[in-house]
T-cell receptor, first 117, second 112 residues
Framework: GAGVSQSPRYKVAKRGQDVALRCDPI?????LFWYQQALGQGPEFLTY????????KSGLPSDRFFAERPEGSVSTLKIQRTQQEDSAVYLC???????????????FGQGTRLTVV | GNSVTQMEGPVTLSEEAFLTINCTYT??????LFWYVQYPGEGLQLLLK?????DKGSNKGFEATYRKETTSFHLEKGSVQVSDSAVYFC???????????FGTGTRLQVTL
């Protein structure tokens, strides 16, 4: 596709339910980022992949959050036992390059809005 | 650590008015600075960037100058249009970090 695609666009989960959010990066992009954007806030970094390697997961807020990119393309962010504080927009971004330069050339998807009730 | 502070919104302007959205930062190391824009229902888009002191980033009539002495990267546009209504985010990264650090965003509303 032409851009970064995320699905679903909207997800409502009951508290305690597990959810999986998908990101399809731009074809051939090496770097992939996940960010969490709470209402009225700026995006907060969650994790970074270079190809299939998860090089930085320092932003994951708890061990309920898990991300994978097994073949170096599509990525899934999984949240186990969702809590109300997990309600946010989850953004995925990809970049053709790796390393720190990836941050200068990142393309963002439209995000998945997760609401935990 | 790194942080970005933006002026709170919403900023409401009439069409053709002059726009300034303030952004200041603190950073460990020598940051690159960015402005992103989020139009309603769309993803974040890079608007402009500057990678060293005194550089001016510009795009679509928007400009911002990297001011190291004041640690600022204010966004300006001489004449806004209704189509500029969006949320604007200031952001930075430093070479030691694998992530962008964003401000909280400033909503701009432009009316006829």
């Amino acid at each position: 596709g032409a851009g970064v695609s995320q699905s679903p666009r909207y997800k409502v989960a009951k508290r305690g339910q597990d959810v999986a959010l998908r990101c399809d990066p731009i074809s051939g992009h090496v770097s992939l980022f996940w960010y969490q954007q709470a209402l009225g806030q700026g995006p907060e970094f969650l994790t970074y992949f270079q190809n299939e390697a998860q090089l930085d997961k320092s932003g994951l807020p708890s061990d309920r959050f898990f991300a994978e990119r097994p073949e170096g393309s599509v990525s899934t962010l999984k949240i186990q036992r969702t809590q109300q504080e997990d309600s946010a927009v989850y953004l995925c971004a990809s970049s053709l390059v790796g390393g720190s330069k990836a941050n200068t050339e990142a393309f963002f998807g439209q995000g998945t809005r997760l609401t935990v009730v | 650590g790194n942080s970005v502070t933006q002026m709170e919104g919403p900023v409401t302007l009439s069409e053709e008015a002059f726009l300034t959205i303030n952004c200041t930062y603190t950073a460990t190391g020598y940051p690159s600075l960015f402005w992103y824009v989020q139009y309603p229902g769309e993803g974040l888009q890079l608007l402009l960037k500057a990678t060293k002191a005194d550089d001016k980033g510009s795009n679509k009539g928007f400009e911002a100058t990297y001011r190291k002495e004041t640690t600022s990267f204010h966004l300006e546009k001489g004449s806004v249009q209704v189509s500029d209504s969006a949320v604007y985010f200031c952001a930075l990264f430093t070479g030691t970090a694998s992530k962008l650090t964003f401000g909280t965003g400033t909503r701009l509303q432009v009316t006829l």
